[in-house]
């Protein structure tokens, strides 16, 4: 295993083989005043498209990304891609941060700086971290496994091995969402001894809940998170329900329709962000369309599809977690856990309610999450 420097280059090929299908599209019907009820608003994707085709400039976004540190490694078989900036403070603490859908390790461009130099943004020097921020296998700029398997219990094993054998880390802490939450409370239940505590932002659709056929047995916010739960599956799990049983025919048509990719991710910014239906409130178009660019360059839709399938069909269960958990839950994510199943699963030594955002934390809202992930590890850190 050997750690090499990596830099972001997408061929000329592959972006003139873009501007051509943005080209010629051949776009659908839509039903007068239809909005987003149905799906991804024709007129706002229509408008993404344009900006896409005649001002995006993916050299400006690429040269930005590679303002950081990246490399890569093969881990297990798999070449692992990762950003890894180093704290400035007396003593940084190792934080691996891990993504979701459909983001990438992009989701937290925004809060590596507000880590790793606190100092420099109101903060203090003793809370630094070395940030490391990997692409999840089949996401982004890391390989495409070749085996089946690889779901988020893999995934912590891997980041065990990048942590401690690649960076020579003997101890580090943890924090992620939505896919990066699973494997966060995999690397907690696995490796306790690894990890000084883990930061989430939810816990995922808490399975076990869904599952159980005596609602007696449950608390009464455990009832009514089974209901909601239910009733946002069938509102909105149509994605899930896809990605989890046939994600290779789904990868057909977004693999080869740049606008269909665009589609199929923006829907779900837009949902489940904090933006009141309204993506440019919190998001600009270069930022919506590097997003879309880092599944389009590296043509990882139908692999980061993939892992749905793997966690519905070959994941282990997950006990209790014992290491101290911090948890910032934003008003608008997807679903909010009942706290009575939370503190019964989980070592949560630190409850923070935000204000605002939605699913997309780093993102839509970077200094508070920021600032709490510091408070957080800072009591461990004493």
């Known amino acids: 295993m050997t750690v090499e420097r990596y830099h972001i280059h997408v061929s000329d090929e592959i972006l003139n083989d873009l501007q051509y299908r943005l080209h010629h599209i051949r776009w659908p019907d839509s039903l007068a005043d239809e909005g987003w009820e149905r799906g991804t608003d024709l007129n706002y994707l229509q408008s993404l498209v344009a900006y896409w085709r005649d001002q995006y400039d993916w050299r400006a976004q690429e040269s930005a ?75 982004g700029f890391s390989g495409h496994p070749a085996r089946s398997g690889i779901n988020n219990y893999v995934v912590s094993q891997l980041w065990a091995k990048l942590m ?23 690397l907690a239940a696995n490796h306790p001894e690894l990890l000084h ?68 991710i923006v829907e779900k910014l837009r949902a489940w962000s904090d933006c009141k239906g309204d993506l440019n409130q919190i998001y600009s178009m270069d930022e919506v369309l590097t997003h879309i660019m880092i599944y389009w360059v590296t043509n990882t839709i139908g692999s980061s599809a993939n892992m749905y399938y793997e966690n519905s069909h070959s994941l282990p269960p997950l006990g209790p977690i014992e290491v101290p958990t911090g948890l910032a839950l934003f008003p608008e994510d997807i679903l909010l856990p009942p706290q009575s199943w939370t503190e019964r699963n989980l070592n949560v030594t630190r409850w923070t309610t935000m204000p605002s955002g939605g699913h997309f934390t780093a993102m839509e809202e970077p200094e508070l999450l920021a600032e709490d992930i510091r408070a957080f590890y800072r009591s461990i850190r004493t």
């Open 65 to 139: 990304l590679n303002r950081f540190s990246q490399f890569c490694s093969t881990i297990d078989g798999i070449n692992i891609h990762f950003v890894h900036e180093r704290g400035k403070g007396p003593n940084p603490l190792p934080l691996i941060l891990t993504h979701g859908w459909p983001d990438s390790y992009l989701r937290y461009e925004k809060i590596i700086p507000l880590l790793t130099d606190p100092a420099r943004y109101g903060g203090h020097a003793e809370d630094a971290f070395d940030v490391i921020v990997p692409s999840l296998p089949g996401f």
């Open 164 to 186: 401690t054998q690649e960076l020579g880390y003997n101890k580090f802490a943890a924090a992620g969402g939505d896919i990066g939450s699973g494997v966060t409370r995999y």
């Open 197 to 264: 505590g883990i930061h989430l932002t939810d816990v995922g659709i808490i399975r076990s809940l869904m599952a159980s056929q005596d609602d007696s047995s449950l608390a009464e916010e455990e009832r009514q998170y089974k209901k909601k739960a239910a009733e946002w599956v069938s509102r909105e799990g149509g994605y899930l329900s896809i990605q989890s049983t046939k994600p290779q025919t789904l990868a057909y048509g977004l693999s080869d329709s740049p606008v269909g990719l665009a589609a199929w």
